[in-house]
């Protein structure tokens, strides 16, 4: 036993993510992880080193997401709306999560190029769970992960041609579900443009400067809010679009005598640029909210609201020192 954990224990992070992309919960996925490789473990007479270690850990992964999803299949909102707080999606620090990259672009198909690169992102994450348990399983097997239809067929236990079917239709189905406007993958902190926009964001909101905010934000820009979150006190997530209104919908905090006085800590989640958000209450700027930022064509085209909870995940304290 203590030979087969020191061999699985490298996989262990990346099957994690693995199972995040396959359920849309990190909890869950944290439970079917040890259900992997307790099967693993059951089954490693079987083992023949055909494949890779990695890939039959991978194999015995995404079946087990499979059996999860069939005995518990989820209910999506019918509504047109963003599901990214409809789940039990979080955000992830990027530094957390390096195994979260998608495999080089040069080993991808050139319809899978654009998929690979978003998978990093809660949009992608979101947008997958409205694929079929299959279709979800044999795209991140092709797209994200790289395999071939033959090791896809084997590991799901079907032919190649279904895998490409599948693969086919849920790339297409994926799209409706995307925002218009996407960001491509971006390691490290950003590029420069985007960094640039975030600093004159934190700058424009710890200002209350809305002229500058307003300049900042895109015509279309959507904003959303978790329950809890970002002082949206309400049992269900919210959701608002267009300039005009998000500046409405932020106006109490940023004008008059009662404007919220914010502190701003910068960071990174799901390959997205994130905002640690506290105020000051009772003299103790306490934790508000997490906010992550898509940026597109050098302006903030979503704002991405989680609650105060999130900030721990990052490292961040419940009030600043």
């Known amino acids: 036993m203590t030979d087969f954990a020191t061999e ?24 079917l992880v040890q ?41 999506l909102p019918t509504l047109d709306l963003p599901v990214t707080h409809d789940s039990d999606l979080a955000p992830r620090p990027d530094v957390a999560v390096p195994w979260l990259r998608p495999v080089p672009d040069s080993l991808l198909e050139p319809d899978a190029v654009v998929v690979a690169r978003e998978t990093v992102e809660l949009a992608f994450l979101a947008a997958i769970q409205h694929l079929s348990p299959r279709q979800r399983a044999a795209l991140v097997l092709r797209d994200v992960l790289g395999w071939s239809a033959r090791e896809t067929a084997t590991a799901l236990g079907t032919t190649p041609a279904a895998v490409n079917s599948n693969v086919l239709r849920a790339r297409a189905e994926l799209q409706e579900h995307l925002p218009a406007q996407r960001t491509e993958w971006a390691s490290g902190s950003g590029n420069e443009e985007e960094r640039a926009v975030v600093a004159k964001y934190v700058s424009a909101l710890v200002d209350h400067d809305e002229a500058a905010l307003s300049e900042l934000l895109r015509e279309d820009v959507r904003c959303s809010h978790a329950p809890g979150a970002g002082g949206h006190m309400g049992p269900e997530p919210m959701w608002y679009a267009g300039r005009a209104s998000v500046l409405e919908g932020w106006a109490p905090a940023l004008r008059g005598d009662d404007k919220v006085d914010f502190r701003v800590r910068e960071t990174r989640a799901n390959g997205l640029p994130a905002l640690a958000t506290y105020v000051r ?20 085209a979503e704002v991405t609201t989680f609650g105060p909870e999130s900030l721990s995940v990052f490292g961040f304290p419940a009030v600043l020192s």
């Open 35 to 75: 259900e992997t490789l307790l099967r693993a473990w059951r089954g490693r007479s079987t083992y023949e080193g055909r494949a890779s270690l990695r890939a039959w850990l991978y194999r015995i992964a995404t079946n087990v997401c499979l059996d999860h999803l069939e005995a518990h299949p989820r209910v």
């Open 8 to 31: 699985t224990e490298p996989y262990r992070h990346e099957l994690r993510v693995h199972c995040y992309r396959m359920l849309g919960s990190f909890d869950e996925a944290e439970d």
């Open 281 to 300: 209450i009772d003299g103790e700027f306490r934790a508000f909210a997490l906010n992550t930022l898509r940026i597109h064509g050098g302006k903030v």
